[in-house]
């Protein structure tokens, strides 16, 4: 098996160089196709400038300032209601380098200190906060802002005990947190656990009914019928692992072994969400029957999108199958959803079933002009919902998606050119090398750092026992300015032109 050879040097002007080299086959594949999945999506930056103006109402009200007891049932602003919104706002910065969203996210995270409600806890609601606690970290690795939430997933780590997750709701609230600590530390111990913590409502529970690709919320719901005798799966619940398992995804490397598994979930969940999409681009409250408090609801909606469109975007879904459901879905948020002046309706409260919505109000009918308990984790669903969007209509793809590599002559040009590619890296930027084979799926991924980048070199496709595919391809990511093209995200800023998970 043939690989990308070369060692990162420094150059005379003192910038780190990384040799970046790639076979002619390659560079004919990505410059041939040029086409793009958003064709029929509106343009990447009219999706843009609606996600800012729904943020922008959210951050510019002085309500949604980071407090210690101003959010419904007096609880502070760490809690998983505005985590979930900071993952959305996270991601829609990766897309449009807003500094007031991720400038409203660093105050958030400050002001906590970093903290969740207790390094304790084993609930998954109050572990959410690390999720964005840790992508803020990559952006700027100051220890405080890590410390806390790696400390109580240690502690969860050390125990035997793997009966923690209950609802499904707690997927998404945790489960992403050990897949990013894993790749963080380089440290496949923080996928073994979080894969027993997923097991145990998966199978041990039986919340997920592999006859139907959906989740039941909890045990109680497995008997529960609606007023018409049908299965309550309730749209938010499973919004929450298919964005999980997604997020998840999108950290995780191929040689994990249950990424199958992942994977195999998240296609069989779009082919039941698909079928069960409502005319006008969103989903019910209830997924298995239209008149259980039917109507248009706006968090699983976003979610559904947000996984939905990674799907296309990392490969793992096909174009042809899902961008109309996607469309219709983006369309009924950009339009309906979301008013003129920003503000988010139909947005279901907090709660486990349909009709629910938030302090024991049950049997409320989905409407725009919905009153929330919490307005925050909506925003943070179609935040999510949009940085995939856009990405889709702008054409961010690469090697992964070998059916649409829209990738700009001069890009594709400059990065697998035959000369170095300089990069500046501030002191003490992370530095990781990622390998692909040809169909972009990743083969390896690995942290190093400048004192010790002789080892590079050693790390190639077939110490890995990568045999299915003939070529790998080196990539380089950094956290700090980019190369002129290419978006940083909280992961960094990449050297050639595919998101690394």
Not at 43 to 65: C, G, P, Q, T, V
Not at 157 to 175: G, H, L, R
Not at 298 to 308: D, E, I, P, Q
Request: glycine content about 8%.
């Amino acid at each position: 098996m043939n690989s990308m050879r070369g060692k990162t040097k420094m150059a005379t002007d003192g910038r780190w160089v990384a040799p970046v080299r790639i076979i002619f086959l390659v560079l004919c594949l990505l410059i041939a196709s040029t086409g793009t999945y958003g064709q029929t999506l509106p343009s990447k930056a009219r999706i843009l400038e609606k996600m800012k103006l729904a943020n922008d109402y959210f951050i510019n009200d002085r309500n949604h300032d980071p407090c210690t007891n101003c959010l419904a049932g007096i609880l502070p602003s760490n809690i998983w209601t505005r985590a979930v919104y900071y993952e959305g706002a996270l991601a829609y910065f990766a897309v449009s380098k807003d500094s007031a969203a991720l400038a409203h996210a660093v105050k958030w995270g400050t002001f906590h200190s970093w903290n969740i409600s207790s390094i304790t806890t084993t609930n998954a609601d109050d572990q959410c906060a690390g999720q964005s606690y840790i992508d803020l970290y990559r952006l700027d690795e100051k220890p405080e802002r890590i410390a806390n939430i790696k400390a109580c997933i240690d502690r969860m780590m050390n125990n035997s005990s793997n009966n923690f997750w209950t609802w499904i709701d707690a997927i998404q609230m945790a489960m992403p947190i050990f897949a990013k600590l894993g790749v963080q530390y380089d440290d496949t111990k923080y996928f073994d656990k979080m894969y027993r913590l997923f097991n145990y409502p998966k199978t041990t529970l039986g919340l997920y009914n592999q006859k139907d690709s959906l989740w039941w919320r909890d045990e109680t719901f497995k008997s529960a019928k609606s007023p018409s005798g049908k299965n309550i799966y309730w749209s938010r619940g499973n919004g929450w692992v298919f964005a999980a398992l997604v997020r998840v995804l999108d950290e995780l490397p191929s040689t994990d072994s249950h990424r199958e598994e992942y994977e195999t979930i998240v296609k069989e969940m779009a082919g039941a969400l698909k079928e069960v999409q409502r005319s006008d681009g969103f989903w019910n409250e209830n997924l298995a029957d239209p008149d259980h408090f039917g109507g248009p609801e706006v968090t699983g909606t976003g979610l559904f999108t947000f996984g939905m469109a990674w799907g296309i975007n990392n490969g793992l879904l096909s174009a042809a199958d899902y961008l109309p459901t996607i469309e219709k879905a983006w369309g009924a948020i950009a339009d309906s959803a979301i008013f003129s002046n920003g503000k988010l309706g139909y947005v279901q409260g907090t709660g486990d079933s349909p009709g629910a919505n938030g302090h024991g109000r049950t049997n409320v009918t989905p409407s725009r002009n919905i009153v929330p308990d919490f307005d925050d984790y909506g925003l943070g669903c179609v935040l999510l919902a949009g940085s995939e969007v856009a990405k889709l209509a702008g054409g961010q793809t690469g090697l992964s998606r070998t059916r649409n590599p829209s990738i700009s002559r001069p890009a594709v040009h400059k990065v697998f050119g035959n000369r170095p590619v300089a990069v500046d890296l501030p002191h003490g930027t992370p530095i990781f090398l990622t390998l692909f084979d040809l169909t972009g799926k990743v083969v390896a991924r690995k942290r190093v750092h400048r004192g010790a980048l002789d080892h590079i070199h050693r790390l190639n496709c077939s110490e890995k026992a990568y045999v299915a595919k003939t070529v790998c391809q080196r990539e380089w990511e950094a956290g700090a300015n980019p190369v002129s093209g290419y978006d940083p995200t909280p992961q960094g800023a990449y050297v050639t032109p595919r998101r690394v998970p």
